[in-house]
């Protein structure tokens, strides 16, 4: 008798930031987000500098839960959901836990765009969602498969999410995602008037 089975699963976390450790208030958050962008002078330059549309602090700023208590919170929140993804991954981490590498806002505005990437020398990424305002868009999910389907033909649209090649998830306000660093992902086009605002993160081990 015959069978098919899937191998090689990828793996998508997703969660409210809720669910374990302390509560965050998202307006604070937000507003928290806001006025670090106005202040980080270095990080508007390189934004300039690089065509970034919108804000990001990931290369100015590496000590944001210093600056507000409300990212120190924050933080204590991935780290235990970081941790429950790592046991649904079968990691063997021996004894030495994943520990946070970055933490970085993003504020993207109408017409702003973050570009197919990944994220090479970390273990776990992820993003928490701080403003999404309705119909901003969502995140897009690469099969890592996708560069080896030379030959493949297209999947149907009624075809079941493990068999497309991208996956888009729209997250809430308050929810957190996890995936392994080597997916490639990206945001499409903001195609709203308001802010889409984020905090992303790495994970590294060893």
């Known amino acids: 008798?015959?069978?098919?089975?899937?191998?090689?699963?990828?793996?998508?976390?997703?969660?409210?930031?809720?669910?374990?450790?302390?509560?965050?208030?998202?307006?604070?958050l937000e507003a928290s987000c806001y006025s670090i962008a106005e202040d980080d002078e270095a990080g508007q330059d390189w934004c300039e500098e690089h065509d970034y549309p919108g804000y990001t602090s990931y290369a100015s700023l590496t000590d944001l839960p210093w600056r507000f208590p409300i990212f120190g919170e924050l933080v204590k929140s991935l780290?235990?959901?970081?941790?429950?993804?790592?046991?649904?991954?079968?990691?063997?981490?021996?004894?030495?836990?994943?520990?946070?590498e970055d933490l970085w806002i993003n504020i993207l505005p109408e017409g702003g765009t973050h570009a197919s990437h990944i994220h090479p020398h970390s273990v776990i990424s992820g993003t928490t969602y701080v403003a999404m305002p309705e119909g901003t868009s969502a995140l897009k999910l690469e099969d890592p498969r996708l560069p080896m389907m030379m030959a493949a033909p297209t999947r149907k649209k009624t075809a079941p999410d493990e068999l497309k090649p991208f996956?888009?998830?729209?997250?809430?306000?308050?929810?957190?995602l996890l995936w392994e660093s080597w997916l490639r992902h990206e945001v499409p086009m903001n195609m709203t008037e308001e802010d889409r605002i984020s905090v992303s993160f790495n994970y590294s081990w060893g």
């Open 79 to 100: 780290d235990a959901h970081v941790a429950a993804f790592a046991e649904e991954l079968g990691f063997d981490l021996d004894d030495k836990p994943l520990k946070l």
């Open 1 to 28: 008798m015959s069978s098919i089975r899937s191998l090689f699963v990828t793996r998508l976390y997703q969660a409210a930031l809720r669910e374990h450790g302390p509560v965050i208030d998202t307006d604070e």
């Open 167 to 176: 996956i888009y998830v729209k997250p809430a306000v308050g929810d957190v």
